[in-house]
């Protein structure tokens, strides 16, 4: 029983079009994140959502949008897709922060690669 | 702010010999520090991590990390690495809804 879904697992897609990651979370948690994978694997934090509100937005292009519907769903949408945006996208999700630090790993989605051309 | 340097691109270690990847942090505040492993075309999974306590966390598949708090740093180590070890790990360091990662460190075990 998969813990961090994210589909499709690849995209491939012109420049100029638009493109929806859905990913959803069984695990109960109240943040989810997404991140971007470039080609040299550096993972940068796109945005973080908890409770459904946006907390973080790394200065990511506008033509990226999230959405969170509920608390176990936060898609992301990608409109006017560039070259630059070829990469994996991972979902995560985690409890919320806590003094104690239980429970604050991350839960990571297997990951969606994009590729414009 | 808060970042996560990880100085070795790079380790390559014999089967059977010890194994350390390096990890150093900048926080304000008590960090929240995870270890991570990426193997091939898949997603991140969690290793261990360390909140406050003991100095030395165990971990999955016989990983543990040693804190450091002067030094700033929390090394992976592995007493005795395995050819199936190798993988790009990265390390991370939590601050409320913020995780962030080091630019990870591919690890080859040769036989």
């Known amino acids: 029983d998969t813990a961090v879904s994210q589909t499709p697992k690849y995209l491939v897609t012109q420049m100029g079009n638009d493109k929806s990651i859905k990913c959803e979370q069984n695990l109960g948690h109240d943040t989810m994140y997404w991140y971007k994978q470039d080609s040299k694997k550096f993972l940068k934090i796109m945005f973080s959502y908890n409770n459904k509100e946006l907390i973080i937005n790394e200065t990511v292009p506008n033509r990226f949008s999230p959405k969170s519907p509920d608390k176990a769903h936060l898609n992301l949408h990608i409109n006017s897709l560039e070259l630059g945006d070829s990469a994996v996208y991972f979902c995560?999700?985690?409890?919320?922060?806590?003094?104690?630090?239980?429970?604050?790993?991350?839960?990571f989605g297997q990951g969606t690669r994009l590729t414009v051309v | 702010a808060q970042s996560v340097a990880q100085p070795e691109d790079q380790v390559n270690v014999a089967e059977g010999n010890p194994l350390t990847v390096k990890c150093t942090y900048s926080v304000s505040g008590n960090p929240y520090l995870f270890w991570y492993v990426q193997y091939p075309n898949r997603g991140l999974q969690f290793l261990l991590k360390?909140?406050?306590?003991?100095?030395l966390v165990k971990g999955s598949y016989g990983f543990e990390a040693e804190f450091n708090k002067s030094q700033t740093s929390f090394h992976l180590k592995k007493p005795s690495a395995l050819v199936s070890d190798s993988a790009l790990y990265f390390c991370?360091?939590?601050?409320?809804?913020?995780?962030?990662f080091g630019a990870g460190t591919t690890v080859t075990v040769r036989a």
């Open positions: 991370a360091v939590r601050v409320l809804y913020k995780l962030s």
């Open positions: 360390y909140i406050t306590g003991d100095n």
């Open positions: 995560a999700s985690s409890s919320n922060f806590s003094p104690t630090g239980r429970n604050t790993e991350a839960f």
